[in-house]
């Protein structure tokens, strides 16, 4: 990927580099990445209204109704529709919303504004909708989706949350083409030094054992050497030869 092309926001939605913090990974990191790879997700045909003055509006507070939702976006622009999404059998709010603008520089302003605000002491994400509008998408429930929290182990890079971050240069050692395997690779042949640092370590240690080998080897020497260890030899082999002349 050039310098060039790059973007920290995906123009097109791809859940094998959704799943890296820079875009890069050619290999799948989680099962969710590979659920979502194998998806074969359509958007609904049946949502009215357009995308592009459409937005979503997320981790709002269980308690926050439809009318505290639709008052704090009409600031904004006249609204063309909304829905607060519940759940289907206890009808508890899934904390999420949608709203749709008559006009799309109302929406974009909307988006703009709201987002990271506060409702209902709660700081509300607000995004464009992605299903109809960001080509590939996957949504979470199938692996994919943008975001999310560090507790999951399922992040997802690339969108206004977490955007992606630059790639190191493609001429650095690390980087092997995106490719983490890579990098262990590159450990394992002895190669990922720090800049000399881990190989200059790693011959001071083997020096290290050398040295200690070959004093515990002078060591022995010195004691088989040893007048004391050479009279205790002489004292035993006396006492054999006077057992066998008395015998």
Sequence with gaps: MSSAGWSPVARVYNPLQ??????TDVVPHDHAVVRAMLSKYRPNKGVAGVARRTLFIGRLAPETTEDVIQEKCESYGKLASFRLVRDVVTGASRRYAFVEFERSADAAYA????????LDSREIFVDFECARSLPGWIPRRLGGGLGGKKESGQLRFGGLDRPFRKPFKMNNPFQHGGDRRGRADFRQRGNWHGHGQRTADGDRRDDHRERHRRADNSSSRQRERSPHRRQDDRDRHGDRDSRSRNG
Excluded: M, Y
Aim: hydrophobic share 20%.
């Design 18 to 23: 959704a799943g890296s913090i820079d875009g």
């Design 111 to 118: 988006q703009q504004r709201l987002n990271k605000t506060k």
